[in-house]
T-cell receptor, first 111, second 110 residues
Framework: QKEVEQNSGPLSVPEGAIASLNCTYS??????FFWYRQYSGKSPELIMS????GDKEDGRFTAQLNKASQYVSLLIRDSQPSDSATYLC???????????FGKGTKLSVIP | NAGVTQTPKFRILKIGQSMTLQCAQD?????MYWYRQDPGMGLKLIYY???????DKGEVPNGYNVSRSTTEDFPLRLELAAPSQTSVYFC?????????FGSGTQLSVL
């Protein structure tokens, strides 16, 4: 059974701070990693994807992947109240189009 | 830019009733999915399809059925609704493993 673990939070950070969201996964064969943002009452939307070890930056977002430690993280710099949402980590296997989702971490950015 | 369209947005069913959740996408994606999301939980895959005429079970398929007669449409059928099927249902299509979600259907079975 493939598992994806996230701290459910809530994680509270002050406006302008760096928010750090973490995710671990059980399947060593996993090849693709995604972060989705879900506002309350809305559907998830993709914000980051990462496939190889290291960092990937997109604006205020940085995804970090360490396959040896089976760990993926999302950093949000200069956090804004509009970043308050639940962040879902999703992991895919090689050649598989089925993603396994974590339960999500709820982030609150305090003005 | 319609993307993935789901209907209805809300529905209340009585135990034992049946219904079909509609899903359509206009992005010409081959892969489509149905997920359910319970409060405080992640997304659980119900069924998926890799193309017209091809469907397969996901993690939680019991109590549901799907069909895929066209690339665009992927309806989800609930037969004999049970309270355990109270959830929010999301349809999605994908390209390069990146999922695009519909707006969801909130279903209550009472």
């Amino acid at each position: 059974q493939k598992e994806v673990e996230q701290n459910s939070g809530p994680l509270s950070v002050p406006e302008g701070a760096i928010a750090s969201l973490n995710c671990t996964y059980s399947d060593r064969g996993s090849q693709s990693f995604f972060w989705y943002r879900q506002y309350s009452g809305k559907s998830p939307e993709l914000i980051m994807s990462i496939y190889s070890n290291g960092d990937k930056e997109d604006g205020r977002f940085t995804a970090q992947l360490n396959k040896a430690s089976q760990y993926v993280s999302l950093l949000i710099r200069d956090s804004q109240p509009s970043d308050s949402a639940t962040y879902l980590c999703a992991v895919g296997g090689a050649g598989s189009y089925q993603l396994t989702f974590g339960k999500g971490t709820k982030l609150s950015v305090i003005p | 830019n319609a993307g993935v369209t789901q209907t209805p947005k809300f529905r209340i069913l009585k135990i034992g009733q049946s219904m079909t959740l509609q899903c359509a996408q206009d992005m010409n994606h081959n892969y489509m999915y149905w997920y359910r999301q319970d409060p405080g939980m992640g997304l659980k895959l119900i069924y998926y399809s890799v193309g017209a005429g091809i469907t397969d079970k996901g993690e939680v398929p019991n109590g549901y059925n799907v069909s895929r007669s066209t690339t665009e449409d992927f309806p989800l059928r609930l037969e004999l609704a049970a309270p355990s099927q109270t959830s929010v249902y999301f349809c999605a299509s994908s390209y390069d493993e990146k999922l695009f979600f519909g707006s969801g259907t909130q279903l209550s079975v009472l």
